[in-house]
């Protein structure tokens, strides 16, 4: 980064206030999703981590902004927007196109010579080196709205009113065309440990997709099945936010072990 202290509000929301210094997790939702779906996980970990939420272009607040349909401009206005915000030990969450982002992010900053994120949380994704095949973006509006019934976690009163639908619709197709026509570049694996949570029953992603992640982090590799289909979050943030707890404080003690080492 550019060492500079300017920061892109109009990307990061911060739901709750945190000491200076504390860690940080930036958090980056979901295809049609907003920073807001993460809420109660910064109200759980709040004021102990800092949890910072990206809201893409072209929805809720920002829906006048046009949006990105590519990840790898994605990955660039994110970047840029983090400027800032890195100045202190962070981690990333990321959950399905979220976990594309978080990925590709951390071998961005890395790339760059930057510093990078102490863990890395991937929810609901398959690894980058697990291929699959999919059109959904390409579906009409009855078909599109049929898959997302399917997969769950779009409320329903969103998918019953007409101009409600069609808003809706436009960002989920937009951002399931920038995960579908996503092409991974093989590369060295991270440095740094990868969390990796699933649940049981995701139609996206079976949970040997999900071990895979294991072979892009040369610093370790866990894996949670937990109850649940694609957006098993919304009924075991419990369960979440302790995993996410237990790995960062794990990470910092390890690092205040080495510390004391050198």
């Given amino acids: 980064m550019s060492g500079s202290i300017r920061k892109d509000d109009s990307w990061i929301r911060r739901f709750h206030s945190c000491p200076e210094g504390a860690t940080r997790l930036i958090c980056l939702p979901h295809a049609g999703g907003s920073a807001?779906?993460?809420?109660?996980?910064?109200?759980?970990?709040?004021?102990?981590?800092?949890?910072l939420a990206v809201q893409y272009p072209g929805r809720q607040d920002r829906r006048l902004e046009p949006q990105i349909d590519n990840i790898p401009e994605l990955v660039d206005r994110t970047y840029q927007a983090l400027d800032g915000w890195i100045d202190a030990p962070f981690a990333f969450f990321g959950h399905s196109m979220g976990a594309v982002l978080a990925y590709e992010l951390a071998r961005k900053l890395r790339a760059a010579g930057n510093r990078g994120p102490m863990m890395l949380f991937v929810s609901g994704r398959r690894a980058p080196s697990c291929g699959r095949r999919s059109s959904v973006h390409r579906l009409?509006?009855?078909?599109?709205?049929?898959?997302?019934r399917r997969v769950g976690g779009t409320d329903e009163r969103l998918l019953s009113e007409p101009d409600l639908r069609a808003a809706v619709l436009a960002v989920t197709r937009n951002d399931y065309r920038a995960v579908e026509t996503y092409v991974h570049v093989a590369g060295p694996p991270l440095?740094?440990?990868?969390?990796?949570?699933?649940?049981?029953?995701?139609?996206?992603?079976?949970?040997?997709?999900?071990?895979?992640?294991?072979?892009?982090?040369?610093?370790?590799?866990?894996l949670h099945v937990l109850p649940g289909g694609h957006f098993y979050v919304n009924d075991q943030w419990p369960r979440v936010t302790g995993i996410v707890t237990a790995a960062v404080e794990q990470v910092r003690r390890r690092t205040a072990r080495e510390g004391s080492m050198r």
């Avoid at 807001?36 to 910064?42: G, K, R």
């Fill in 36 to 51: 807001s779906w993460y809420f109660p996980m910064s109200r759980a970990l709040s004021p102990g981590i800092d949890v």
């Fill in 140 to 148: 009409d509006d009855e078909r599109l709205v049929a898959e997302l």
């Fill in 191 to 222: 440095d740094c440990p990868i969390s990796v949570l699933v649940g049981d029953r995701d139609p996206q992603v079976s949970v040997d997709e999900a071990a895979a992640w294991a072979e892009h982090s040369m610093g370790g590799c866990d």
